[in-house]
């Protein structure tokens, strides 16, 4: 019980990062915002093993272990980073919440097609379900044309950085302690970006967006991702899945009572749709037990 409690309270502070975000960006262009959050993110994570005596953890990196980091660091962090505060700043808050959930479909259809992961009933009809969510998103119920909105692209695009950074983790480093991967992410992103944005940066720092920013870094990107792992170690990895099923609905709740966003019809069938595909999926989704295989540090085979 201790464990799902945790993960709850981790997705409830996972559900505010598109509404952070989506205030940020009124602040500053979208790649000032992504560099601020990654850079930021990796210099309190690293303080954080520094306080907590696991420092050795990064020091003890091997070079190949370094150079798969460092490219799922520019898919990831970098890429997928881009193109999800490129499209938050063209569509709703909403949309984004919805969009990129698609993240854990993306992972269980690359997890079949590169790691030769089994191939379930659960995975083709979560899929159709899904995909018939975002194209109802998309194209608002189908009355408009059939090409999606740039925003909507982008975060799917999003997505799919996301999870191919994931299926790379699982076959190549998936015995790393899961906090080394999250500071390797960040810390690349930050560099690049940072080094993208540098005489940017200064002009948009303020005290009136300083609230929000801090409130990304430490509420979602520091203790939301902390209490998810946290929660890894008091429950089984299926549970902590299912339990993710509410960020969406958090994040949507948060998009309306804080940002003043109007849920439209077609989001709220496209939204349950998606929710209701991607339950499906993790049901079944064998990804979940690498979770546990990284977070234990053991590497397990894969079907």
Same mark, same amino acid.
């Given at each position: 019980?201790?464990?799902?409690?945790?993960?709850?309270?981790?997705?409830?502070?996972?559900?505010?990062?598109?509404?952070?975000?989506?205030?940020?960006?009124?602040?500053?262009?979208?790649?000032?915002?992504?560099?601020?959050?990654?850079?930021?993110?990796?210099?309190?994570?690293?303080?954080?093993?520094?306080?907590?005596?696991?420092?050795?953890?990064?020091?003890?990196?091997?070079?190949?272990?370094?150079?798969?980091?460092?490219?799922?660091?520019?898919?990831?962090?970098?890429?997928?980073?881009?193109?999800?505060?490129?499209?938050?700043?063209?569509?709703?808050?909403?949309?984004?919440?919805?969009?990129?959930?698609?993240?854990?479909?993306?992972?269980?259809?690359?997890? %079949?097609?590169? *790691?030769? =992961?089994? #191939? &379930?009933?659960?995975? !083709? +009809? /979560?899929?159709?379900?899904?995909?018939? @969510?975002? $194209?109802?998103?998309?194209?608002?119920?189908?009355?408009?044309?059939?090409?999606?909105?740039?925003?909507?692209?982008?975060?799917?695009?999003?997505?799919?950085?996301?999870?191919?950074?994931?299926?790379?983790?699982?076959?190549?480093?998936?015995?790393?302690?899961?906090?080394?991967?999250?500071?390797?992410?960040?810390?690349?992103?930050?560099?690049?970006?940072?080094?993208?944005?540098?005489?940017?940066?200064?002009?948009?720092?303020?005290?009136?967006?300083?609230?929000?920013?801090?409130?990304?870094?430490?509420?979602?990107?520091?203790?939301?991702?902390?209490?998810?792992?946290?929660?890894?170690?008091?429950?089984?990895?299926?549970?902590?899945?299912?339990?993710?099923?509410?960020?969406?609905?958090?994040?949507?709740?948060?998009? %309306?009572?804080? *940002?003043? =966003?109007? #849920? &439209?019809?077609?989001? !709220? +069938? /496209?939204?349950?749709?998606?929710?209701? @595909?991607? $339950?499906?999926?993790?049901?079944?989704?064998?990804?979940?037990?690498?979770?546990?295989?990284?977070?234990?540090?053991?590497?397990?085979?894969?079907?």
């Amino acid at each position: 019980m201790k464990g799902i409690t945790i993960a709850l309270f981790s997705c409830m502070f996972l559900g505010l990062q598109p509404v952070f975000s989506k205030v940020l960006l009124s602040y500053m262009p979208p790649i000032v915002l992504a560099a601020i959050t990654s850079f930021s993110a990796a210099l309190l994570l690293i303080f954080i093993l520094e306080i907590e005596h696991k420092i050795r953890e990064i020091e003890e990196l091997k070079s190949r272990e370094v150079f798969v980091l460092v490219f799922i660091g520019l898919l990831s962090g970098f890429f997928g980073q881009l193109f999800f505060v490129n499209g938050l700043a063209k569509t709703t808050a909403t949309n984004a919440v919805l969009l990129t959930r698609t993240n854990s479909l993306l992972i269980a259809i690359f997890g %079949v097609m590169f *790691l030769k =992961e089994k #191939l &379930t009933l659960n995975h !083709i +009809v /979560g899929s159709v379900i899904m995909f018939t @969510g975002v $194209a109802i998103i998309a194209t608002k119920n189908f009355s408009v044309s059939l090409e999606p909105a740039q925003g909507d692209v982008l975060l799917i695009g999003a997505a799919v950085c996301w999870a191919s950074a994931n299926i790379i983790m699982k076959r190549y480093i998936c015995y790393l302690p899961p906090e080394v991967i999250v500071i390797g992410r960040h810390a690349v992103a930050g560099i690049v970006l940072t080094s993208l944005t540098f005489q940017q940066i200064p002009a948009v720092i303020n005290l009136h967006m300083l609230p929000y920013l801090l409130g990304l870094v430490i509420l979602v990107i520091i203790v939301g991702q902390y209490l998810w792992y946290y929660s890894l170690e008091h429950t089984t990895a299926e549970n902590v899945g299912l339990i993710s099923l509410t960020i969406p609905f958090f994040g949507v709740l948060y998009s %309306v009572l804080l *940002l003043g =966003e109007q #849920l &439209t019809p077609y989001q !709220i +069938v /496209g939204g349950s749709l998606i929710i209701a @595909g991607l $339950a499906v999926v993790e049901i079944h989704l064998t990804t979940l037990h690498d979770i546990e295989c990284r977070i234990r540090g053991v590497h397990t085979p894969h079907h």
